[in-house]
């Protein structure tokens, strides 16, 4: 593949794009704290709210009575799920029902937002008001513990309720995720007690294992973890009267980045009388939900007549980025490590209420095995209802689940004494389809660029050791370099004072993609990056995403094809302005000043596929010595549009098509006595076709490496057996990678130009995270197979030392 549909997909020379350390606009904001973020907001006469938080994992408030809290001095209001304000706030009951509360009396997860909200003159009257209420709890049976909860006998946490006889002339629709399995294997089978299936089948499995020599069988154990935005999330917002949209009150909001529509439905407004400042979100993995706290406040504004900020506690955002999935797996090769037969059986987390997993089939349509010459895969996976928590991550279970397979390659290479990268190798089918033989051309250059950059040289399990006496491990795994093609773009550019400005939206997300834009623009129109003037109002069309650097080179090509629409506007006007210059007036003083007789125009009596935009002016073609600054050239303001995607991206083929591909390895140290694990480093090459913003792309692959290391190290959620209570939701329990947990990372980057957003470009976003690429070095180091996170008393375990 490569950008043959875009204008100058090919293009050869760059001067802005892919150059290091060019200083950015919005990133310079956040690094010197400019930015403010909704937690920063603070505004006069500002009340605070809190929500009361089930201290079960799964409860109903039977009853409840606030006569002592409204009695705590402060306390300006205290609202319960039975207040009319909050009924119909939290948006249609589904298939067709009734409107849904804002909250209700019901909590399926520890720290869920249940029953009440206080608002008081600040946050500790908040929780002096919650303490003082009294409640009367009916505490449920709950479900941690997903192998428990799949068995017949366990409590059903969430019972099915038949939807409600639909209106007349329209459709109910059908229970389950994915319209009943997206179609293949013939559907999935109906939800019994808390577990509902999803089976994905392709090819002959029977006839698979037929063909093959050896089989094995493993697990894998994708355990959950934590995103933990580093920014509290929360909103403050305050009504004013507004002469320019209409009658009522408009609305001010700080700290939604997105979803303005949910908070225009839940304050029931239009969008249009919807305005916000902030516009900074921070780093975050896929998360696109939108939390109670930034939705509540214009509810509450409106009803007492002041500014209202609800502000979620850090221990309030533990959240999972990945939910607990046990995989079993059955594997049959022939005896040169070809692969004919997968059978994946799947436990997976649904989660409490409102997960966005979209009933977990990511994992089986975006997993690694299309990507291999195996063609009979059977995947049966049971999704199964608990009390652990809420997953906000878009449903995205995938790439995670890439590292069944990488397990799987590395006992195949252990089994037969082979190298894992021979393996993979073998297995990976042609760039066209899984009966392609042919190699990758962008996973050759890939695993040559890592063997030289890691001294590439492997061994069996336990076969090496360091000269301090402990154990070395090393590990490899690829992927596919990801681009999702599903977004639509509405790019708008304008040319105004001789200055190009570049309209948006956003919100400022951790891959600064509109900075990535400008770059795209900068090039096309030949100008400096700093040319470009991004302006920010949230109610423009244009949005730089979805998903990480994958959406900014998908976004990057609509901005393409936008600024090249604007350049032949540009060079239109240039030569129409030759011919008839604007009269003067204001500044209009020629070329040459006050009193000055004007230079003549080089552009008179030429046509605008003479001329080229170069340096900062647009020039002649023949002779690039002859031309005019921009804003001299074209006096007049300009804009243009486009609204569109680039083509499809071989990402939506499930890994059947392949272009430009990703490698990773990590090289371990165990210490046997002490069962201590060094990570000694991470080596990445990343072929993500063009590389537009460095910046964004190293920080994509070092935050990959950043969690990848914690949730194989030390990050774990911990649950107690009898109460479904969380033991880790604090910096000290729920240990995150920190700075000096970090080991070297090294990356060196690959352009073959295969992809065929921007440039030839794809992403990188999140394909490199992963869950078991420590864990399988640290097998190579002791031949033990340790479940994560990979402590020191679990890696003794192991050694049979504890």
């Known amino acids: 593949m490569a950008d043959l549909a875009g204008v100058n997909g090919e293009r050869k020379e760059f001067k802005v794009v892919g150059k290091p350390n060019l200083p950015g606009v919005l990133s310079w904001s956040q690094a010197s704290g400019v930015a403010k973020f909704g937690a920063d907001y603070v505004v006069p006469d500002m009340l605070e709210a809190k929500f009361l938080r089930s201290p079960y994992a799964n409860a ?52 869920l937002e249940v029953g009440v909200i206080v608002i008081a003159e600040n946050g500790d009257i ?34 099915v309720v038949a939807p409600p006889k639909a209106p007349a002339g329209k459709t109910a629709g059908k229970p389950g995720g994915m319209g009943g399995g997206m179609g293949m294997g013939g559907g999935n089978p109906p939800k019994k007690g808390n577990v509902s299936y999803s089976n ?11 063909e093959a020599t050896h089989v094995i069988e493993y697990d894998v154990n994708t355990a959950a973890f934590a995103g933990h935005i580093p920014n509290p999330l929360g909103t403050v917002a305050w009504w004013f009267d507004d002469p320019l949209h209409g009658e009522g009150k408009s609305l001010q909001i700080e700290g939604v980045p997105w979803g303005h529509d949910q908070v225009a439905g839940s304050a029931r407004i239009s969008s249009e009388k919807v305005f916000q400042n902030c516009m900074f979100v921070g780093g975050r993995y896929c998360d696109w ?36 999935r046990y995989v079993h797996i059955k594997i049959g090769f022939k005896d040169d490590g070809l692969i004919t037969a997968i059978d994946d059986f799947s436990v997976a987390d649904g989660g409490s209420q409102g997960s966005s997993n979209f009933g977990n089939t990511m994992d089986q349509t975006y997993g690694p095995y299309f990507t291999t010459k195996c063609v009979n895969v059977k995947q049966n996976m049971e999704v199964v209802d608990s009390n652990r928590g809420k997953m906000y991550v878009s449903g995205q279970h995938n790439p995670m689940s890439w590292d069944s397979l990488m397990t799987g390659i590395h006992l195949i290479a252990e089994k037969l004494g082979k190298d894992p990268v021979e393996i993979a190798t073998l297995n990976l089918h042609g760039p066209d389809s899984q009966e392609d033989a042919r190699p990758v051309p962008s996973y050759e250059a890939c695993v040559a660029a890592m063997k030289k950059m890691m001294n590439w040289s492997w061994h069996k399990a336990g076969a090496k050791k360091l000269p301090d006496g402990r154990l070395h491990g090393a590990s490899f795994r690829y992927n596919q370099c990801p681009r999702h093609s599903v977004s639509g773009y509405e790019a708008k550019l304008e040319l105004r ?66 600024a090249n629409k604007l350049k032949k506007l540009i060079l239109e006007a240039a030569v ?65 549009t486009y609204s569109g995607r680039p083509p499809a991206a071989a990402w939506a083929q499930r890994g059947k098509v392949l272009d430009t591909m990703d490698v990773a390895t990590c090289e371990v140290a165990v210490d046997p006595e002490t069962g201590e694990v060094e990570i000694l480093r991470f080596g990445v090459v990343a072929d993500t076709g063009k590389i537009l913003r460095r910046t964004s792309l190293e920080s994509q692959i070092d935050q990959a490496m950043d969690f990848s290391t914690g949730c194989q190290l030390q990050e774990e959620f911990v649950f107690d057996k009898n109460t479904g209570v969380r033991l880790t939701s604090n910096m000290f329990e729920y240990k995150k990678v920190s700075m000096l947990d ?26 490199l995270a992963n869950t078991h690429l420590v864990i399988m070095a640290i097998h190579n180091a002791t031949g033990k197979w340790v479940e994560s996170p990979a402590t020191p008393d679990r890696v003794l375990k192991a050694l049979g030392k504890a």
């Open 126 to 159: 908040c929780d002096e008001a919650l303490r003082a209420l009294v409640i009367d709890w009916e505490v449920l049976p709950h479900v941690t513990d997903l192998l428990e909860g799949r068995k017949p006998d366990a409590p059903v946490v969430r019972p």
């Open 200 to 210: 994905v089948n392709d090819g002959d499995i029977e006839q698979g294992f037929k």
């Open 742 to 767: 970090m080991p070297k990372v090294q990356t060196e980057l690959l352009e073959t130009r295969a992809g065929n957003a921007c440039y030839g470009s794809n992403g990188i976003s999140h394909s």
């Open 576 to 640: 129409a302005e030759a011919e008839n210059p604007p009269a003067a007036g204001g500044f209009g003083m020629g070329f040459g000043g006050f009193g000055a007789k004007p230079a003549p125009n080089p552009f008179k009596g030429l046509k605008p596929e003479d001329l080229d935009m170069q340096d900062g002016k647009v020039v002649v073609k023949a002779d690039p010595s002859k031309g005019l600054p921009l804003g001299q050239a074209v006096r007049g303001n300009l804009f243009a």
């Open 289 to 324: 939900g939108i939390r109670k706290s930034q939705q509540i406040t214009p509810i509450l504004a409106r009803r007492t007549g002041r500014p209202v900020r609800c502000i979620n506690s850090r221990a309030d955002q533990y959240d999972f980025n990945l939910n607990q």
């Open 497 to 562: 004072g001789g200055v190009i400005h570049l309209a948006s939206k956003g919100p400022i997300i951790g891959h600064y993609g509109l900075e990535c834009n400008a770059m795209v623009i900068a090039e096309e129109l030949g100008l400096e990056f700093k040319d470009i003037k991004i302006d920010l109002d949230h109610h423009e069309t244009y949005r730089p995403f979805g998903g990480g650097s994958d959406g900014s080179t998908a976004s990057s090509w609509a901005v393409k094809e936008c």
């Open 60 to 111: 109903r408030i039977k009853s409840i009575d606030v006569t002592k809290a409204k009695a705590v001095p402060g306390v300006v209001d205290i609202l319960t799920w039975e207040d009319d304000d909050l009924k119909g706030a939290g948006g249609g009951g589904g298939f067709g029902g009734p409107p849904q509360s804002f909250i209700s009396n019901y909590a399926d997860q520890e720290g």
